[in-house]
């Protein structure tokens, strides 16, 4: 039995069996909002002027922060992210490729080929040169 026609056929889904997943959620926000307490009340207090600055790596400040930056680098961003979830899907099917068939098969397919057509509009259109 798989684990969607497990979840059609459960009839006895009621709100007490999600009880052990709230009695878990509950201790889980417990124990981080005591750790933050915690190390709030213990941790040290010290205030200093190097604390209080701004963290630079060693590298001298110059400029203001509010400069344009060039619109290329959150198309990147945009698309590794785009992409990085794109892959994302395959794994549900690495998990279940023997009880998809080929019908899951032929889908990953379609799924793979999509993505590729994706990717090659995106060079096409010249998202990825940083000739400019």
Same mark, same amino acid.
């Given at each position: 039995?798989?684990l969607? #026609?497990f =979840? %059609?056929d459960?009839?006895?889904? +009621?709100?007490a069996?999600y !009880?052990p997943? @709230?009695?878990?959620?509950? &201790?889980?926000a417990? &124990?981080?909002?005591?750790?933050l307490?915690l #190390?709030?009340w /213990?941790?040290p207090?010290r205030? +200093?002027s190097?604390? *209080?600055?701004? $963290?630079?790596?060693g590298?001298a400040?110059?400029?203001?922060?509010?400069?344009? =930056?060039?619109?290329k680098?959150f %198309? /990147?961003a945009i *698309? &590794?992210? *785009? $992409?990085?979830v794109?892959?994302?899907? !395959?794994?549900?099917?690495?998990?279940? !490729?023997?009880?998809l @068939?080929?019908?899951?098969f032929?889908?990953? %397919?379609m !799924?793979?080929? $999509? &993505?590729l057509? @994706? $990717?090659i509009?995106? =060079?096409?259109k010249?998202a990825?040169?940083?000739?400019d």
């Open positions: 039995m798989n969607i #026609s =979840i %059609l459960a009839t006895d889904n +009621t709100a069996n !009880f997943i @709230g009695i878990q959620l509950i &201790f889980a417990g &124990f981080v909002a005591a750790m307490a #190390s709030a /213990v941790g207090k205030k +200093t190097d604390k *209080l600055e701004t $963290f630079t790596s590298i400040t110059h400029g203001d922060a509010r400069q344009p =930056i060039a619109i680098y %198309l /990147v *698309l &590794f992210v *785009l $992409f990085d794109e892959v994302i899907f !395959f794994y549900p099917y690495a998990i279940n !490729f023997r009880a @068939g080929w019908d899951g032929l889908a990953v %397919l !799924f793979v080929a $999509f &993505f057509i @994706g $990717f509009y995106i =060079i096409k010249g990825l040169d940083w000739e």
